[in-house]
């Protein structure tokens, strides 16, 4: 009975040893399991950084490639609004020299005509001087006309007057 007694003594004892050890062995294993979810764990938080950091590195290319577009499309735009402006300036310069021109040949051609009128003038007066200097001329010349012939009408009294003179003279006598 001693014998039995002490066997399941040490039977107790060893399913007790057993037993801290089973329990010291899972102790082990769930700190081990923690150390390796932390382990996990801070890799997973590791990763995430480093894809934030990625995203936040790529976000910030994006930024800077879109930035240098639209600096890009607005100096474009400045270069095309500044050729836009330097070619109605230049059309503006186009038109006021066009109108220029315009007004040049519009007075060429009003000195034109008023020389034109002045030439017709001085012609029309020519012809007018001319005219009254025929007339001037066929008047002197008809009335040089009219005084040979009175001369001659009046001579050819005087000699009929004479030979009526000598006639009754004559017969007189």
């Known amino acids: 009975k001693a014998e039995a007694d002490r066997e399941a003594d040490i039977q107790a004892i060893a399913d007790k040893i057993v037993a801290e050890k089973l329990a010291q062995e899972k102790e082990l294993e769930r700190i081990e399991q923690e150390k390796l979810d932390k382990i996990i764990a801070d890799e997973k938080k590791a990763e995430a950084e480093r894809e934030a950091e990625i995203q ?29 402006a330097e070619a109605d300036r230049e059309a503006d310069i186009q038109a006021i020299a066009d109108k220029i021109v315009a007004e040049k040949l519009a007075q060429e051609k009003e000195l034109e005509r008023i020389e034109q009128e002045k030439l017709d003038k001085i012609i029309a007066d020519e012809k007018k001087a001319e005219a009254e200097r025929e007339a001037e001329i ?23 007057e004479r030979i009526s003179k000598e006639k009754a003279e004559a017969d007189r006598e």
């Open 56 to 84: 936040a590195a790529a976000e910030a290319i994006v930024a800077e490639t879109l930035a240098a577009q639209e600096a890009e499309r607005i100096a474009e735009n400045e270069r095309i609004s500044k050729e836009k």
């Open 138 to 160: 066929q008047a002197a010349a008809e009335a040089i006309v009219a005084e040979t012939l009175a001369a001659q009408e009046a001579e050819r009294i005087a000699e009929n």
